[in-house]
């Protein structure tokens, strides 16, 4: 979705520069903007998160608490940790993070999360808090970053069709209440959709997408949101005790 919203964008030596929203994705919690003057600016080198290492050194940088140009250091602390973000259901991101104990605040998050080549291998998005969400509390060495792959994939979308579209397979799951790691259960099946056609069922519980475990309802959002829309991808579903595998081709929904 376009806007015409003026924003300012604020240089290191405090010069500022008007820019505009070009898109945004509520859903992958990214935004592009457009800066009118962008005469000089050097783009940032950009790395990958799938070469990150637990342990590895990383940095972030931003304006933690009002405090400008500031930079934090921590470790990669987890990889591909899925996690969501926002208040309710309808303001909630999905995303499967790179988790660091560098110290995230309201300010710098939104923020690069960069190797030691300095090249950016996240968007820091969002933190762990002592009540169990992610919110405005400090930091408490819990920090999670959106993926550059995810990150590209969605700016790319913007920039070419001014929206961004995330992969469904037409079903509900539950998210809420214990988890007990065996699994996503499916809650709902969406008549006429891609779960529908392969055969899933409210009760089914998926266990492994592409052969990667799946653990809860958010781990199953966050292992089809690493694909794109189109692709046709296997679901490892566990029905009455017996194993099975399906394929389902993604579908795609703006947000």
Request: charged content about 20%.
């Amino acid at each position: 979705m376009c806007s015409s919203d003026l924003i300012e964008v604020v240089g290191q030596d405090g010069e500022r520069r008007a820019a505009t929203v070009v898109g945004r994705s509520s859903v992958y919690d990214i935004a592009v903007l457009k800066i009118a003057d962008a005469d000089g600016l050097e783009p940032a080198s950009l790395g990958s998160s799938r070469r990150l290492r637990v342990g590895e050194t990383v940095v972030a940088f931003g304006s933690p608490l009002g405090l400008s140009s500031t930079v934090t250091a921590g470790i990669v602390s987890a990889l591909q940790r899925p996690v969501s973000t926002g208040e309710t259901a309808d303001e909630s991101s999905y995303i499967n993070a790179v988790q660091t104990d560098a110290a995230i605040n309201p300010g710098n998050s939104g923020g690069p999360l960069v190797n030691l080549l300095g090249q950016v291998v996240g968007v820091n998005s969002a933190i762990a808090t002592t009540g169990g969400g992610s919110g405005e509390a400090g930091n408490i060495g819990v920090g999670f970053a959106i993926p550059i792959e995810q990150v590209e994939i969605t700016t790319d979308q913007i920039l070419r069709t001014g929206r961004a579209q995330y992969p469904i397979i037409g079903a509900k799951v539950k998210t809420g209440g214990r988890p007990d790691g065996r699994g996503a259960v499916i809650d709902t099946v969406v008549s006429g959709g891609p779960a529908q056609a392969a055969g899933l069922a409210e009760g089914d519980r998926v266990t492994e997408v592409d052969g990667v475990r799946v653990a809860d309802g958010i781990g199953l959002i966050v292992a089809i949101r690493t694909h794109r829309p189109g692709e046709t991808v296997s679901f490892a579903v566990t029905r009455d005790g017996v194993d099975r595998t399906v394929q389902i081709t993604l579908d795609a929904q703006t947000g």
